[in-house]
């Protein structure tokens, strides 16, 4: 399918006023997001030596926070439409700000994760209204891809700035300080979107099925919780139990979907080339961003003893590269074709993986900064044409549904970056042989390890964290290696997905009765110019 707009004439675009401040609000609501979870990489050594968990535990630790946002993207999104995306969105926030608290003050590893599965929550309740309310906010096709790549971009910052702000924070307080951050970004969407976001909803949503909800939650975590399993101990009748489950449970929700006249997702959306190729490149982009990101916190600061803002900054190149790429991804689509730009994001994310496959203890910072700008470029270019051609892939009517996916599809990925690369190296770093005497803590993680040398002899300990340290750039290079096959993978795949896909250059005269709809689907409040030329969004999703 080379486009999906209709053979209709143009019309004239409205353009909202004060569309351009409702955006920065929603960005904040991405900041939000963004920065908790990149944040938590170089807060890791510091929970591991305070709760002291287990190597899977510490896993937990870093990816159930995705692992729920993933599995209830669609049900919120679903939620946002009956209750209106403007205010599910300041509930989110905060609901966000008020168990951070919670994040900052657990005292064991069980009630971390828990208070991070907690925080997913509110964090799904979050994230799907941005896309949605971008698609309503911006008629005109090239100021909506701008928008895009603003809120892409800002995604990408919030992986800078959090593990600067977070580097600050952890040299001069405690770990649980990194999550308060999150408290006055909060008050400030809070108070500045009750003001300037509209109100959207859809007037006929139709009932909020809870079964649905319970099948994509149960689903979507068994299978992931598989997956980390498998790579980390093999196939256990427990993990296989566990895919057994959560395949069963997904297969039921899609089947389930089909059968609702108002389904929590579309599962025809899939149906478009386009939007499925699309989907993938988004999903297996942020895999490879998120999980080189987190472990390679680690790396700077417990193999090459760096400290938390030097690692923090050591990791900025990621980020700027995906800003730069992210604000003119829309017109390098336009100028050459979005298979180019997608595949090519993708290849140089699967170059710059590749590249640290030869990465020792010592590798000097230019080799290492250079991989992750180029890692950064690519995610920045890819990320933010899925996006886009994830919007502009179905007609406006089911902009909800297809943001909804957009934003699991992102969350999935960073979860599955964390959960199969992490667990690869896991596996790779528990095989080294340690000194008598050594606790078994120092194989659950590097952290512990680091932790466990600090009450042997001397001689011992060096013997310890010389053998843990070289164990785990082993494992990162294995993950690195095999990362990067994968995304290698994806580019050619993407390739032949998007044959022919294009972004929209002008916006096609709406139905005859969008206007009717547009009107139903303000809220009382919203400014008069909100409703021309908008749809109420039939299919729920967000």
Do not use: C
Not at 192 to 216: I, Q
Not at 310 to 329: F, K, T, Y
Not at 349 to 359: A, R
Not at 381 to 403: H, N, W, Y
Request: charged share 10%; hydrophobic share 50%; proline share 5%.
């Amino acid at each position: 399918m080379s486009s999906t707009a209709q053979p209709t004439a143009p019309t004239e675009v409205v353009k909202r006023p004060g569309r351009w401040l409702a955006l920065a609000v929603l960005v904040l609501a991405v900041l939000l997001v963004a920065v908790d979870a990149t944040v938590l990489g170089l807060a890791t050594p510091y929970i591991s030596e305070d709760l002291d968990p287990t190597g899977n535990q510490l896993l937990w630790i870093g990816d159930v926070y995705s692992f729920v946002i993933a599995g209830l993207l669609v049900s919120m999104g679903s939620l946002g439409d009956r209750i209106g995306r403007k205010r599910i969105l300041l509930i989110g926030a905060t609901a966000f700000g008020a168990v951070s608290v919670l994040n900052a003050y657990a005292t064991t590893p069980e009630m971390m994760i828990v208070a991070r599965a907690l925080l997913g929550v509110a964090g799904a309740t979050l994230m799907p209204a941005t896309l949605a309310l971008i698609r309503n906010l911006f008629h005109d096709p090239r100021e909506r891809s701008l928008a895009i790549g603003i809120w892409g971009a800002t995604a990408s910052a919030g992986t800078a700035i959090g593990p600067v702000m977070g580097g600050f924070l952890l040299e001069h307080f405690w770990w649980g300080s990194v999550f308060l951050i999150n408290l006055p970004v909060m008050a400030v969407l809070v108070l500045v979107g009750a003001k300037l976001l509209p109100e959207s909803r859809n007037p006929h949503p139709g009932p909020w099925d809870m079964a649905s909800v319970l099948l994509s939650l149960v689903g979507m975590i068994a299978v992931v919780y598989a997956i980390k399993e498998a790579a980390s101990h093999g196939f256990a009748w427990a993990t296989v139990g566990a895919a057994v489950l959560g395949l069963g449970a997904l297969y039921a929700f899609v089947r389930r979907q089909f059968a609702l006249p108002s389904p929590l997702l579309d599962m025809r959306l899939f149906r478009n080339r386009g939007f499925s190729g699309a989907v993938l490149a988004d999903l297996l982009t942020i895999f490879g961003l998120s999980g080189l990101v987190f472990f390679l916190s680690q790396f700077f600061q417990l193999v090459q003893g760096r400290r938390p803002l030097e690692a923090g900054l050591a990791e900025l190149p990621a980020a700027v590269g995906a800003v730069a790429a992210g604000l003119i991804a829309g017109w390098a689509a336009r100028r050459f074709s979005v298979r180019a730009v997608v595949s090519g994001g993708l290849g140089a994310v699967g170059l710059g993986l590749g590249t640290l496959t030869f990465m020792g203890q010592s590798t000097g910072y230019p080799i290492l900064g250079a991989a992750l700008l180029i890692v950064g470029i690519g995610a920045g270019f890819a990320f933010t044409v899925t996006a886009d051609v994830i919007l502009g892939s179905v007609p406006k009517e089911q902009a909800g549904s297809a943001s909804a996916v957009s934003e699991t599809a992102y969350e999935l990925g960073a979860a599955l970056g964390i959960a199969l690369l992490g667990s690869i190296v896991t596996g790779v770093y528990r095989g080294f042989a340690a000194p008598p005497g050594t606790p078994e803590a120092a194989h659950e993680s590097l952290g512990g390890a680091v932790e466990s040398a600090g009450h042997l002899p001397p001689e011992s300990a060096q013997q310890l964290l010389d053998a843990a340290r070289q164990s785990f750039v082993d494992g990162l290079t294995t993950a690195a290696g095999i990362g990067s096959a994968v995304l290698l993978a994806a580019a050619v795949a993407a390739w032949f997905l998007l044959r022919g896909q294009r972004l929209e250059t002008t916006e096609t005269a709406p139905a005859p009765d969008a206007g009717a709809e547009a009107e139903a689907d303000a809220d009382a409040g919203s400014e008069a110019g909100s409703g021309a030329g908008k749809k109420a969004v039939p299919v729920n999703g967000s």
